[in-house]
C-alpha cells in the first residue's frame, strides 16, 4: 500500500464513510454505482479505496443475517484500525492512546461491581451495630427500671420497719411508766394496810374485857419487843425499797428483753440490707454512668454513620433482573437475610459471566496451586448447568464410596474426570466443575465437595454424615412395623432420642420441629418419615437433614471449645501430645483408644503407628501450636463418643 497522503478529505463534497449495510443490498449496489460515477475531480486516495476493498470482501464473508455474527462485524473494522494506526506513523501515538484508554475503561468494570459489594457490606455492618445498640439500650433500660422499683421497695420496707422501731420503744416506755405507777400504788397500799391493822390492833386491845387482868410488865415488854420487831422490819423494808425500788418483775423484764432482741436482730439485718442495697445501688449509678457514656459514644457513632451510610437496599428491584422473573426471585429470597440475599445476587450475576466465558486460564504448576488444576495455557469452559455438575459429584462420591480410598482424593477427581471424559478433557472439566463449585458455596453437594477438594474438610466428615442418615433411615424403617412409611410424633421422638442418646431435649426438639411437628400438634400426628431425607435436583436437602448438620458443627465447636478450656492455655501457646491426651480423657472419658489416636495423630500430624503410649516420657518432646491443633482437629470428624462423668460434690 502507498504511504502518499491525499487533501482529498478537505476539497472533496461526496459522503465517503462506509455505511452499516450488507454487501448484497440495494443500497450497497447504489452506493457503489455512485462511487464509480463521481467526477475524476473528487477520486478518493488509493489507500482508502484499499481498506474500503479489504473491508468490503471481509463483510462478503460474513453471514449477517445471523445474530452472532454481531460481534465478529467488528473483528474486520478492528483490522482495518490497525492497519491505519501502524501506516499513520504521525498520528499512531494519539490513536493508540484512544486504544488504551478504552481498554482501561473496560477493565475499570470489575471495580465498579466490587465497589457495590463493599457498599453492600457496610450497609450490613450498618444494621448490624443498630440492631446490636437498639437491642442493648432496651435492655439496660428493662434492667434500669427493675432496680429503681428494687431501691423503692427496700426504702419503704427500710421506713415501714423505722416506724415499727419508734412505735415499739413509745410503747416499751409507757410500759414502764405504767408499771412504775403500779410499784408506788403497792408501797402505798401496803402501807395502809399496816396502818389498818395496827388500828384494828389496838382497837381489839382496848374492847377486850380480859385485857386488864393480864400482867402490865408482861404487856410492857411485849410492847417494846413488837415496837422493836416494827423497827427491824421497817429497815428491812426500807433497804429493800431502796435496793430494789427500781427493779421489774422477772417476767416482765424476760419478755422484754426477749422482744428488744428480736428487734435488735431485725434492726441489724436491715442494717444489712441497706449496706448491700447502697453499695449495689452505687454499683448500678457507675453502671448506669459507664452506659450513659456508651450510649452518648454509640449515638455519636450512629450519626457518623447515618451521615456516611447509603439507604437500606430494596431488595425488590432484583425481579426483573434475576433470571425467571418476581417468583424466582420470590423462591429465592425466601427466609435470607440482607447477607444471604447478596450470596444469591451474587450467584445469580456470576452464573451469568460464567456462562459468557468460553475459556479459563492454567494456574500454572506452583505448590499452592491444586493438583487437580496445575496446568498452562488455556483450556474449554464446558458450561455444564448446575444440575449437571451436580449430578456429576454424586457419581463421583458414588465410586469414591465404592472404592478402597487408598489414594488421595484430588488425584481420585482428577482420575475419575479423566475415566469419564478422558485424558483430553479432564482438564477443562476439573476447570469448568472447580469454578462452579466456587460460585454456587450456598449448594449443599458443591460446598462440601469443595471443602474437601481443598483440605478445608476431611471427607470422613462426609461419610459419617451419611452413615448417620443411613442409620437414622434404618432405625425408623425398623419401627414402621406396618411398612405404610408413616410413624408417629411420639415414634420419632423415641427413634431421635435411641440413634441420638447424648442430645439435650432441646436439641431432639429442633429436629422434630424441622421434620414437621409444632407445639400444637398431636404426638399420634403421621409423618412421611421418608421425606426427611429427599433431596432436589439441585442437591439441597430439606430442613431436617440441614438441621443434623448444623447440631453436627455445633457439637464439634462445643467440644474443641471445652478441649481448649480444660487445657487452660492461649492460641499462641504450645501444647504437648501428653496434655491432649489427658484433656481428651477428661472430656470424654469414653473415648476408645483407637478413635483417641486418630484425634492425636490429626492434631500433631503423624502416623497412628509413631504415637507414643499412655505415660511414656517420650511424647513430652511432640509439641505444637495450640491453635493449630484446635484448627487441625476441626478439619477432621471430631465427636463425643459418651457423657462427660459428673464431678463429685463437695
Excluded at 452506659?291 to 457518623?304: A, M
Aim: net charge negative.
Amino acid at each position: 500500500m502507498g504511504r502518499h497522503l491525499s487533501p482529498w478529505p478537505t476539497y472533496t463534497s461526496g459522503q465517503t464513510i462506509l455505511h452499516n449495510r450488507k454487501p448484497c443490498s440495494d443500497d450497497y449496489r447504489k452506493e457503489a454505482g455512485s462511487w464509480q460515477q463521481q467526477p475524476q475531480g473528487t477520486t478518493k486516495p488509493r489507500y482508502l479505496e484499499q481498506l474500503e476493498n479489504y473491508l468490503r470482501k471481509e463483510l462478503l464473508l460474513l453471514d449477517v443475517g445471523k445474530d452472532s455474527a454481531q460481534e465478529l462485524r467488528l473483528q474486520p473494522y478492528r483490522e482495518i484500525f490497525e492497519f491505519f494506526i501502524e501506516d499513520f506513523k504521525t498520528y499512531k501515538p494519539l490513536l493508540s492512546s484512544i486504544t488504551h484508554q478504552k481498554e482501561k475503561i473496560r477493565a475499570l468494570e470489575p471495580l465498579k461491581a466490587k465497589l457495590v459489594t463493599v457498599n453492600d457490606d457496610c450497609n450490613k455492618r450498618i444494621l448490624a451495630m443498630r440492631a446490636e445498640e437498639k437491642t442493648e439500650i432496651s435492655m439496660l433500660k428493662k434492667e434500669k427500671m427493675n432496680l429503681l422499683k428494687l431501691i423503692d421497695k427496700k426504702n419503704e420496707e427500710k421506713i415501714s420497719l423505722q416506724s415499727e422501731v419508734t412505735k415499739l420503744r413509745k410503747n416499751l416506755a409507757e410500759e414502764y411508766l405504767r408499771y412504775v405507777s403500779e410499784r408506788d400504788a403497792r408501797k402505798i397500799l401496803i402501807a395502809d394496810l399496816n396502818e389498818l391493822r395496827y388500828q384494828r390492833e389496838d382497837m381489839s386491845l382496848a374492847q377486850s374485857p380480859g385485857i386488864w387482868g393480864e400482867d402490865p410488865v408482861k404487856l410492857t415488854v411485849a410492847l417494846k419487843m413488837a415496837r422493836q420487831d416494827l423497827t427491824r422490819t421497817q429497815m428491812e423494808l426500807n433497804t429493800m425499797k431502796a435496793n430494789f425500788g427500781d427493779v421489774v418483775p422477772r417476767r416482765d423484764f424476760e419478755m422484754q428483753e426477749k422482744t428488744n432482741k428480736e428487734l435488735q436482730e431485725q434492726m441489724d439485718s436491715l442494717r444489712d440490707d441497706y449496706k448491700e442495697v447502697r453499695k449495689e445501688h452505687e454499683t448500678l449509678l457507675q453502671l448506669h454512668m459507664s452506659t450513659l457514656k456508651e450510649r452518648d459514644q454509640f449515638y455519636s457513632e450512629l450519626q457518623e454513620i447515618q451521615r456516611t451510610s447509603t439507604p437500606r437496599p430494596d431488595w425488590t428491584k432484583c425481579e426483573d433482573v434475576v433470571a425467571g422473573g418476581p417468583g424466582r426471585w420470590r423462591i429465592l429470597a425466601e427466609g435470607k437475610n440482607s447477607d444471604q440475599l447478596v450470596d444469591v445476587l451474587l450467584e445469580e450475576i456470576g452464573e451469568g459471566l460464567l456462562r459468557e466465558k468460553d475459556f479459563f486460564s492454567g494456574l500454572g504448576h506452583e505448590e499452592s496451586v491444586p493438583p487437580f488444576l496445575r496446568f498452562d495455557g488455556v483450556v474449554e469452559n464446558k458450561k455444564p448447568t448446575k444440575k449437571d455438575v451436580v449430578k456429576l459429584l454424586r457419581d463421583a462420591w458414588k465410586e469414591r464410596l465404592a472404592e478402597e480410598q487408598k489414594e488421595k482424593f484430588p488425584d481420585f477427581f482428577f482420575n475419575f474426570l479423566e475415566h469419564r471424559f478422558g485424558p483430553a478433557e479432564a482438564m477443562a472439566w476439573a476447570y469448568t466443575i472447580f469454578e462452579n463449585m466456587k460460585l454456587f458455596r450456598s449448594n449443599e453437594i458443591m460446598s462440601q465437595f469443595y471443602a474437601i477438594l481443598m483440605g478445608e474438610r476431611s471427607e470422613s466428615v462426609y461419610i459419617k454424615q451419611k452413615e448417620t442418615i443411613t442409620e437414622l433411615l434404618k432405625e425408623m424403617t425398623n419401627v414402621d412395623s406396618q411398612n405404610e412409611e408413616l410413624l408417629t410424633m411420639e415414634q420419632l421422638r423415641t427413634v431421635l432420642k435411641s440413634t441420638f442418646p447424648f442430645k439435650k431435649e432441646e436439641k431432639i426438639q429442633e429436629l422434630m420441629e424441622a421434620g414437621g411437628w409444632h407445639p400444637n400438634s398431636s404426638n399420634t400426628d403421621l409423618l412421611n418419615y421418608h421425606s426427611l431425607f429427599v433431596e432436589d435436583e439441585e442437591g439441597q436437602s430439606v430442613p431436617f437433614v440441614q438441621k443434623l448438620w448444623e447440631q453436627y458443627l455445633d457439637e464439634k465447636d462445643k467440644y474443641l471449645k471445652e478441649l481448649k478450656q480444660l487445657l487452660g492455655l492461649e492460641l499462641r501457646d504450645e501444647v504437648t501430645l501428653p496434655q491432649v491426651r489427658e484433656a481428651l480423657m477428661t472430656i470424654d472419658p469414653k473415648l476408645d483408644k483407637q478413635t483417641l489416636n486418630s484425634y492425636l495423630s490429626q492434631a500433631f500430624q503423624l502416623p497412628v503407628t509413631k504415637l507414643p503410649e499412655a505415660g511414656e516420657d517420650k511424647g513430652e518432646g511432640i509439641v505444637t501450636l495450640l491453635q493449630t491443633a484446635l484448627q487441625r482437629l476441626q478439619v477432621a470428624d471430631v465427636r463425643r463418643v459418651g457423657p462427660r462423668e459428673q464431678e463429685p460434690a463437695s
